[in-house]
Every structure is written in C-alpha cells, then in structure tokens.
C-alpha cells in the first residue's frame, strides 16, 4: 500500500521558520516526484513545489522562490518542505503529493497534511 | 498562470441522479493535462481523472471526464451517496499547476 505519513501539526510565530516531514512507502522512494501544495482555510490548493527525490533537484511555485527549500533524504524515503519568514496568511493545512509515474505535474497519492497555525 | 473557473458553485441532486461539473481553464490547457480529484471534509483530495478523461486504477466507471482546450466536464453517471463531496479540477499543461475552487455535490 502506498502511503505518505506527513509530521504532525506546528504552531509559529511571525517570522519564524518550519520544516515539515513526508515519509513515503510501500513504492520505490525515487521513481516519482514530490510535490507540496497547501490549502489555507476557506481558500483553494496552491502548488508550492516539487523536488525529484533521485536527482535532489526542486523547482519552486514563483511566490514561494524565496522562502521555500525543499530537500529528501532517500535513505530515510522522506522529504521535507522548509518555509522560512512566515506569516500569519501562510496558515494553511500542507499536503505532500505524489506526482505522475511519467513526471506530469498530477497526484496520485496525497499525505493527510500537516496543519501549520502562525500566530502571536 | 491559468486560472480554472468551476461551476456551478454547489449541486444538490439526488442519489441515482447524474452529476454533471464544468471546469473552464483561462487559457488552453497544453496536451489536455487535467485531472480532477474529489476531497471530502478532513480528508486530502482522492484523484479521480487524468489526461481529461483517463481514470487511475480503482476509480468506478461511473467517472467520466471529457473536454478539450478550455472546457472539460466531469460527469457522475448515477450518484451513490459516497459520491457527495467537493470536486476540485486541476491542469498541469503548464507551470505553475493550478487549481479551480470547486464544485459542492450536495444531498438535495
């Protein structure tokens, strides 16, 4: 059975940075991206980023280029989404997603989400 | 970035009744890259469409997607009640990935 068990929920402040965690198994870890995508409450999903466990390589939704560093470690099947300088709007429930056996940016495995509250 | 426009809002129907959901893409969707997933309250989105019209192994038969460019339809031939939820579109033809709102298929 496939799955992706995502780090439990956080509580920031403003300004501060998080770093959450998607273990993947029952598939071989680097055969198929990763993705992030989040959805704040009320609001849609929003693709944040994806990383290529097997190359390591990443590429960033533009509003999160600055922010955002995602990273894996295959030894462990896991990935990981570092959000820097946050702030209350980045409230949000953060999924992990699988992508596409061929690469194409859909998913076909989510994690349940990490629900992330930033606030004073 | 391409913007998907779902309608309508929300459905009500009846189980039995088919379900018929709009996806309308701001710009054309590259190779019809659109999937459609379907979210529950609590639980993450459940692909349901690929490709405009491809359907993952295990989804039942009565999903069907179709469309091309900027329009693509989701269709639920008979509704069972495990089959009220929220359907979200998505297109993946060009970067970022993007998302419409949704669609609410309600219990009338």
């Known amino acids: 059975q496939v799955l992706l068990v995502q780090s439990g929920a956080e509580v920031k402040m403003p300004g501060a940075s998080v770093k959450l965690s998607c273990r993947a198994s029952?598939?071989?870890?680097?055969?198929?991206?990763l993705h992030w995508v989040r959805q704040a409450s009320g609001q849609g999903l929003e693709w944040m980023g994806t990383?290529?466990?097997?190359?390591?390589?990443?590429r960033y939704a533009q509003k999160f280029q600055d922010r955002v560093t995602m990273t894996r470690d295959t030894s462990a099947s896991a990935a990981y989404m570092e959000m820097s300088s946050l702030r209350p709007e980045d409230t949000a429930l953060y999924y992990c997603a699988r992508g596409s056996k061929w690469g194409y940016y859909y998913f076909d495995v989510w994690g349940k989400g990490t629900t992330v509250i930033v606030s004073s | 970035e391409i913007v998907l426009t779902q309608s309508p809002g929300t459905l009500s129907l009846s189980p039995g009744e088919r379900a018929t959901l709009s996806c309308r893409a701001s710009q054309s969707v590259s190779s019809n890259y659109l999937a459609w997933y379907q979210q529950k309250p609590g639980q993450a989105p459940r692909l349901l469409i690929y490709?405009?019209?491809s359907r993952p192994t295990g989804i039942p038969d009565r999903f069907s997607g179709s469309g091309s460019g900027t329009d693509f339809t989701l269709s639920i031939s008979r509704l069972e009640p495990e089959d009220f939820a929220v359907y979200l579109c998505?297109?993946?033809?060009?970067?970022?990935?993007?998302f419409g709102q949704g669609t609410e298929v309600e219990v009338k």
């Open positions: 998505q297109q993946y033809g060009s970067s970022p990935p993007t």
């Open positions: 490709g405009a019209s």
């Open positions: 029952g598939y071989t870890f680097t055969s198929n991206y």
């Open positions: 990383i290529n466990p097997s190359a390591g390589t990443t």
